[in-house]
């Protein structure tokens, strides 16, 4: 039996979070910092710590609050593994962020996907290697510093 959706919801658009994704789907030829998926292996210390949690007994959903002892470790984060940058260019962020993979090969998400008040905004996701983040914003500044000359 299938599904019927209501016209209200019919008539909302498109997510521009699963648009993007949509034209990343096949591309091997970008440099992924549109989603925060690291582009190497869970490290063997988080994989022990993993096991151990789970020895421990550490498998059952915890209070709405949280574990106590890890909240306090979170409550100051260290760091973060997005930035977002506002871009100064003439045009959308979800058309820089197509202009971007099309013309210099990195893959970052528009703003808009993520709040209204996005526009000029775009999230860039450094859970990434460190030469690949660094050949990605090489890519960005020289296409940017390209379409915004006088």
């Known amino acids: 039996m299938g599904h019927k959706l209501s016209g209200r919801v019919q008539r909302l658009p498109p997510s521009k979070f699963a648009e993007i994704k ?3 789907t096949e591309r091997t030829d970008v440099i992924r ?3 925060g998926e690291p582009d190497f292996n869970t490290p063997k210390h988080v994989k022990e710590a993993a096991i151990k949690a789970i020895d421990e007994g550490f498998t059952h959903y915890t209070s709405s609050e949280g574990l106590l002892e890890l909240r306090a470790r979170v409550a100051k984060p260290a760091r973060a593994f997005y930035i977002y940058p506002r871009i100064l260019v ?3 962020s979800t058309d ?3 202009f ?3 013309n210099a090969k990195v893959a970052v998400m528009p703003g808009t996907a993520f709040s209204m008040k996005g526009e000029e905004y775009v999230r860039i996701s450094y859970a990434n290697s460190i030469e690949k983040i660094s050949e990605a914003m090489d890519r960005i500044q020289k296409l940017v510093s ?4 006088p």
């Open 100 to 102: 971007l993979m099309e």
């Open 33 to 35: 910092l549109e989603l």
């Open 22 to 24: 949509r034209l990343m």
């Open 146 to 149: 390209q379409i915004t000359k």
């Open 90 to 92: 003439s045009m959308e």
């Open 96 to 98: 820089f962020v197509k």
